[in-house]
């Protein structure tokens, strides 16, 4: 049997620390590790990227999240803060949020997690995901939901005002039956008809869409 390669020789001699940030270099996600204060102590390929796209400046190791967060137009610093000091009660938890560069906006979902060595935490990681192509999706589905509930909602309002209309016929015919005239009886109960007719094309042509 021949000798047995050795863990660090297996992956091309790369140690355990750049394999690490090979794999948050290789992703499409936003990674920061932060402390308390939000000092950003790593970020990976991604977040470098995202900083002279979104924010025209350059990322540096020791620099604030909350200063570089600090130019969008809906104040994401702020959220950025509460977020970290849950984080760093021991949360892991997930928020999805619009942030705002002057004109533009995009939707991102972050992922909060407090990082701990022997037991004691040590730093926040921090993974930004652009979720703005399904989050578009979602708004318009929901804004066709609304519209055609709104359109139901016509259209049963349509409904029982003329289920009100045929009922107080029916009943004025019934009441005044003995006091009106064959003609005046006839004219009620053809508009009766009429009524009814178009409450029937109304809801076979509601049907059909």
């Known amino acids: 049997m021949g000798k047995k390669k050795s863990v660090t020789e297996s992956y091309g001699s790369l140690s355990v620390e750049e394999l690490l940030v090979a794999t948050f270099n290789s ?6 590790i932060v402390n308390e204060e939000g000092i950003i102590l790593y970020f990976n390929r991604k977040a470098y990227e995202n900083g002279i796209q ?49 004109d533009k906006s995009h939707w991102f979902e972050t992922e909060y997690v407090p990082l701990f060595h022997k037991l004691k935490m040590v730093a926040a990681s921090i993974s930004i995901y652009d979720v703005t192509e399904r989050k578009v999706h979602e708004l318009l589905l929901n804004k066709l939901v609304n519209e055609i509930k709104q359109v139901q909602e016509e259209r049963w309002q349509k409904t029982l005002a003329m289920v009100d209309l045929i009922d107080e016929r029916v009943k004025m015919v019934l009441t005044n039956g003995s006091n009106l005239s064959s003609a005046a009886i006839a004219k009620n109960l053809k508009t009766l008809s009429g009524t009814i007719a178009t409450l029937k094309n109304k809801v076979a042509a509601w049907q059909k869409t």
Request: hydrophobic letters at 35%.
């Open 54 to 102: 979104f924010h025209n400046r350059k990322l540096h190791k020791g620099d604030s999240l909350f200063e570089y967060a600090n130019d969008t137009s809906n104040n994401v610093h702020i959220t950025l803060k509460d977020a970290l000091v849950r984080t760093f009660k021991g949360e892991t938890f997930r928020v999805e949020a619009e942030v705002c560069f002057g």
């Open 27 to 32: 992703t499409e996600s936003v990674r920061f």
